[in-house]
């Protein structure tokens, strides 16, 4: 860039680099660029750093970029959340606990997960504890259950709380997305593809049931998330498990 092209780096370029970094698990590699930057990063570049540590679940430098968020006084609360499910994902429950609290302490709230879709011109939301859910549970079972017997495993890594380990899939059953394709399976016509939208990052372990899922009964599966769309088709999506 700047030999050849005469462009001087911006933070965003120093984001992207560590971010690229980071995504192929050289997590000093990306520290060292954030250390010796012209100028001092901001929270994109930390936050690149901190999501790849959450992906590699290598707590030890988390635990250093969220020190250096911290202090540059975020009013975010994901990258609280993110090494808060680091700490759980570790087995370190109080660690974890400790984080959300300093979390709200500070009044900074995560918004709950919802996903929403579209069926004959009615918007139907889904998110833990909705009444909908209740009325689709039988037909998410036993499409769970079926799923299991094609060979499906629930990531219970994703199940970022301290309870037993049946509780843990039944938590990973009952998130929002996984709702709302188990009712678009149920009421859309099999040759249509089901649209999601989903207010936050799909999850690791709702991303592989969503390629499962669309190898298994043979549907194409759009989902919008936080970060980007999703096309799943017989058993593979277009992020290339990148996201």
Known sequence: MINEYFITPQMEHYACMVDLLGRAGLLQEASEIVKTMPFEPNTCVWGALLNSCK???????????????????????????LLSNLYAADGRWEDSAKVRMLAKSKGLKKSPGQSWIEVQKKVYMFSAGSTLQEEFHEILKDLCFQMENEGYTPDKSF???????EEK????????????????HANIPMGMPIRVMKNLRVCGD?????????????????????RRFHHFKEGSCSCKDYW
């Open 169 to 184: 899939k039944q938590i990973l059953y009952g998130h929002s997305e996984k709702l709302a394709i188990a009712f678009g």
């Open 159 to 165: 199940a970022l709380q301290d309870v037993g380990e």
């Open 206 to 226: 709702c991303h592989n049931w969503t390629k499962f899922f669309s190898r298994m009964t043979k549907r194409e599966v759009i989902v919008r998330d936080g």
């Open 55 to 81: 992906m590699y679940r290598n707590t030890e430098v988390a635990e250093q970029t969220a020190f250096h968020i911290f202090n540059l006084k975020s009013d975010t609360a994901g990258s609280y959340m």
